[in-house]
């Protein structure tokens, strides 16, 4: 069974910095692309940003583009995103996302569909006050 958890959530002002953390336990040998979504209230997620099993490539939303930063960690199969200068509309619950070992590549055309990923995090909540 994998388990994905994220860490790293919580309240911040306007123009602040917060990192999320993400580690999914995976088959021995397996390394995963993995990426984040996120949902505010009354909207539907969203992508938000994905890095490759390698760490070769990322993507990012234009929303977030020069402001957030996504990494492969340390340890096989974590991820972390760093999210800086943070305005009231990041406000949401992200979303950690496993892709399928055996899946397609990401690319720009598919990174964004929820249908790319198998497996998904609780959840983590984000505040932004402005």
């Known amino acids: 069974q994998v388990q994905v958890v994220e860490s790293g959530g919580g309240l911040v002002q306007a123009g602040g910095s917060l990192r999320l953390s993400c580690a999914a336990s995976?088959?021995?040998?397996?390394?995963?692309?993995m990426g984040w979504f996120r949902q505010a209230p009354g909207k539907e997620r969203e992508f938000v940003s994905a890095i490759s099993w390698s760490g070769a490539d990322t993507f990012y939303t234009d929303s977030v583009k020069g402001r957030f930063t996504i990494s492969r960690g340390n340890e096989k199969n974590t991820i972390n995103l760093q999210m800086n200068s943070l305005q009231p509309e990041d406000t949401a619950v992200y979303y950690c996302v496993v892709a399928s070992p055996y899946g397609p590549a990401l690319t720009h055309s598919n990174v964004g569909s929820l249908a790319l990923y198998d497996y998904w995090g609780q959840g983590t909540q984000v505040t932004v006050s402005s």
């Open positions: 995976m088959r021995a040998g397996t390394t995963v692309s």
